[in-house]
């Protein structure tokens, strides 16, 4: 790029020189034009003879040199010239601006570590990270990135997050937390076991991810390169009928002027301007949006986001906490710790936050020796023997199904109802905390012009409902089970305009087939589950649902600025192309046309780059 | 079969939007994207004779255009 950049000026000095000083030998300007021309453009008369042999003539290093030689050879000294260096600085330009663009995308994913340290025997070894089998013991040094996933065994530290959820505070861990690959470990040392594989970790499962999302291309870039194929050809006749015709109708006029205007034709006949500039503007898009935490597995997905009219929301993990906590216990006929240990002994296999929370209430370590034959009722609840004894523990629907009487019981949240042997034993009360920034979110989406917004979900209509009202969500649906959803959704998709999208939003626990038939899939707090990354089209490293607005809005801009570059790009070109066919445009202004134009619209797409982060 | 390859020394989008191009009239190639940005050639070809199809599409890229270095990821 350098020697590029000197040749440039080299050219440029000599081209001034020559322009300026008119010389007695008019010969001695003519060859000062020729030299730097030779000096700013040999390498693309060369690379356009080598592409002549092989059938490219409508390559733009021969559209260029046949429009400057051809100048050339009607006298046009300084134009051939001066066309010639415009171009190059302009494509000096954009490969600058290509390259910063690629680069500024490369470190926000410099996520990859380099090494691990492994300690065996005592020792510890510098080695690979794919090379680390789980179990194995990792230390992990104040300001190296977490290798792999894993459990902290020993020590404490803050680890820095931000490259993979776009969340600045660093997060506390201590003995006994799990920790990500690819965050940064700031103050302590850490020793770790690995719970995770390099390949199935969860950087390489990121890296992977936004690697290939550019493999997806969006309509817009099928448009252009539709748009490119005939665009060139087009042009390049027009201009040779130019050439040709005018003058033989009009015997008067000169045939150089004709062949001028031709030659003009060639230079704006190039569609690479529009060609780099929509695909630059997704690339900036889907990089400003992994900024912050959003993951956008293609092109075609942040296109499709942009028309989001329909956001359907999953409950639990989504707008709520997804943490729940025992509340009540409402034992019959059996003590409190009886109740909750059995519930806790049968849920103990499952995790779903709601044995989480079981667990955590029973608060006594689970002997898994005494749990046989565990079985989840999609829906209903789960089965397990306990002890010897058949424990039942599940909604109302449960013992309904399984015809046990029991006690209704009416307090708002989530109600499990326990069986011993089908006998009801009691109730236990489990509610969620809506998250801080989900009645926000809601209404930074209707401001954004999302049409609807609904929430789904497999708990009872009351608790549903009573979300639903305090965060202004306008319609939903309860008491559904995983495949009541995906009838649900495929209704909702049907309900929506011809063009409108419908975007479903879910934690990915038992919502990946939902998460795969919606238009776009979100998964929230996306290293839970590999069947929601697997499933979803766009992945959200934090489980704030303020990210769908931030990706919403990430997605309208890159369209926005994808939209100007098109029609500035196109109606630029067909002005000066019929400013030139009326000989009203010269060379120079073509150029602009040309390499002038594609600068602007790398610039203007680099704008998608500088995301900001929602208010909180 | 899907196979990714990383792709330098593209002059241009539009070169690398030709390139596709010639790319996919390949025998044996069902789809093939080249992102000029994140300089990927993803190919999606048939497992049978994927050896030969490879070394078709090198050839492609060799004849159209000869200062691209491509190398398997």
Known sequence: ????????????????VSLVISFENVWINSILYIISYLIVGLDIVIKAVRNIFRGKIFDENFLMTIATIGAFAIGEFPEAVAVMLFYQVGELFQSYAVDKSRKSIASLMDIRPDFANLKKDGKIEKCDPEEINIEDIIIIKPGEKVPLDGTVIDGNSMLDTSALT?????REVTVGDDILSGCINQTGLLEVKVTKKFGESTVSKILDLVENASSKKSKSENFISKFAKYYTPIVVVIAILLAIIPPIIFKE??????LYRALTFLVVSCPCALVISIPLGFFGGIGGASKLGILVKGSNYLEALSNTEIVVFDKTGTLTEGVFEVQKINPVDISKEDLIKYAAYAESFSNHPIAISLIKAYGKSIDSKIISETSELSGLGVNAIVDGKNILVGNEKLMKEKNITYEKCNEIGTILYVAIDNKFVGTITISDKIKVDAKDSIERLKRNNVKKTIMLTGDKIKVAENVASKLNIDEVYAELLPSDKVEK?????????????????????????????????????????DAAIEAADVVLMTDEPSKVVDAIKISRKTMRIVKQNIIFAISIKILVLILSAFGLSNMWEAVFADVGVSVLAILNSLRVLRVKKSKK | MKKTFKIKGLDCANCALELERAIKKIKGINDVTISFMAEKLVINCDENGADEIIKNVKKVIKKEEPDVEIKEI
């Not at chain 1, 790029?1 to 001034?16: G, Q, V």
């Not at chain 1, 006029?253 to 004709?258: A, D, G, N």
């Not at chain 1, 626990?509 to 996306?526: C, E, K, Q, T, Y």
């Open chain 1, 1 to 16: 790029m350098k020697k590029r950049t000197i040749k440039i000026i080299i050219a440029f000095i000599l081209f001034l």
């Open chain 1, 166 to 170: 776009g969340e600045s505070i660093p």
């Open chain 1, 253 to 258: 006029t000169e045939f150089t002027e004709w």
């Open chain 1, 489 to 529: 959704v495929e209704e909702l998709i049907k309900m929506k305009s011809d063009n409108g999208k419908l975007a479903f939003v879910g934690d990915g626990i038992n919502d990946a087939p939902v998460l795969a038939i919606s238009d776009i899939g979100i998964a929230m707090g996306g290293l839970g589950s």
